[in-house]
């Protein structure tokens, strides 16, 4: 376990459903990201979040929202899907100090089928 | 932005053999380049990583080296075992001025330890 937890672990909804996916991490780290991996693409980065504030919004569109409530939890909101958003999505969570890198460490993700 | 390249996409080696797995990058700002392995039904974890400060860099039967000149970094796993069969990926990553930072991948290896 790399102390990243992601719900659900599988979710299938309709195009008109809303909703969320939650992360939380219990590594003490205070930056948290989206990746989206797709069959045959590389993941890409969807959003990031350093000490809460959103610092990178990747071109995602707007029907997936995030909210970082504090340094621990991630949630994605996600609302008028299309099919070609299914896909695994992965939380990640890094300790930024400022000063140099330092690793992202990843969660199960939670597999996503729009239908 | 930051493009990498991962070459093969599959890689098939007998048991106790050598792999090595190469990818490029695009942008000579990139610093920092961690090496993540996936199995199936989870998260990418972290392997080994290197910063551009350094040139080569070992954990056991792994090891990643970086030509900043030429752009490119190697991974090279001696000694293969069964458990070394997954998909392993490559990224880059550029740290910029403060705030976290994403990380741009490769499309990954799907590597295959023949007993």
């Known amino acids: 376990e790399t102390g990243v937890t992601q719900t659900p672990r599988h979710l299938v909804m309709g195009m008109t459903n809303k909703k969320s996916l939650k992360c939380e991490q219990h590594l003490g780290h205070n930056a948290m990201y989206w990746y989206k991996q797709s069959a045959k693409k590389p993941l890409e980065l969807m959003f990031v979040?350093?000490?809460?504030?959103?610092?990178e919004n990747n071109s995602v569109p707007s029907r997936f929202s995030p909210e970082c409530p504090n340094s621990s939890h991630l949630f994605l909101h996600l609302h008028t899907l299309q099919p070609e958003d299914s896909a695994l999505y992965l939380c990640?969570?890094?300790?930024?100090?400022?000063?140099?890198?330092?690793?992202?460490?990843f969660g199960p993700g939670t597999r996503l089928t729009v239908t | 932005g930051e493009n990498v390249e991962q070459h093969p996409s599959t890689l098939s080696v007998q048991e106790g053999d050598s792999a090595v797995i190469k990818c490029t990058y695009s942008d000579s700002a990139s610093n920092y380049f961690p090496w993540y392995k996936q199995e199936l039904g989870k998260g990418p974890q972290l392997i080994i990583d290197?910063?551009?400060?350094?040139g080569e860099k070992k954990d056991q039967r792994i090891a990643v080296t970086l030509n900043k000149t030429a752009k490119h970094f190697s991974l090279h796993i001696t000694e293969t075992q069964p458990e070394d069969s997954a998909v392993y990926f490559c990224?880059?990553?550029?740290?910029?001025?403060?705030?976290?930072?994403?990380?741009?991948f490769g499309k990954g290896t799907h590597l295959i330890i023949q007993p």
């Open positions: 990640a969570s890094s300790q930024d100090r400022g000063q140099g890198w330092y690793e992202q460490y």
């Open positions: 979040y350093s000490l809460e504030e959103r610092v």
């Open positions: 290197i910063r551009s400060n350094v």
């Open positions: 990224a880059a990553s550029i740290r910029s001025g403060g705030g976290a930072d994403g990380l741009t």
